[in-house]
């Protein structure tokens, strides 16, 4: 079982920068591959980042790749995603996740969730 809390969202002005972080808690963390996703009123969640259980692997979508970042510390058992030059379509609720497979993009794929951060960005 595994724990999962946001933090770090907030208003930022686009063009800003932005971390957010992910503490888990529970059992073998560092077994788990770990994943961003991000909702907009409105919109179906969708996929944003991925990271491998070492952190050797990373992959992102499309709408981030050159602007945002994953990265993990296991021994603080943490998920990073750093945001840079954010723009008011990154505007949502954004979401971590656990999985047992070594890379993934689909929400199907992944057990456990967090309860999101809003991040708004202004223009």
């Known amino acids: 079982q595994v724990q999962l809390v946001e933090s770090g969202g907030g208003l930022v002005q686009a063009g800003g920068s932005q971390r957010l972080s992910c503490a888990a808690s529970?059992?073998?963390?560092?077994?788990?591959?770990m994943g961003w996703f991000r909702q907009a009123p409105g919109k179906e969640r969708e996929f944003v980042a991925a990271?491998?259980?070492?952190?050797?692997?990373?992959y992102y979508a499309d709408s981030v790749k050159g602007r945002f970042t994953i990265s993990r510390d296991n021994a603080k058992n943490t998920v990073y995603l750093q945001m840079n030059s954010l723009k008011p379509e990154d505007t949502a609720v954004y979401y971590c996740?656990?999985?047992?497979?070594?890379?993934?993009?689909?929400?199907?794929?992944?057990?456990?969730w967090g309860q999101g951060t809003q991040v708004t960005v202004s223009s």
């Open positions: 996740a656990a999985t047992p497979q070594p890379l993934a993009t689909l929400q199907y794929e992944y057990d456990y």
């Open positions: 529970g059992r073998s963390f560092s077994t788990y591959a």
């Open positions: 990271i491998s259980w070492s952190g050797g692997a990373t």
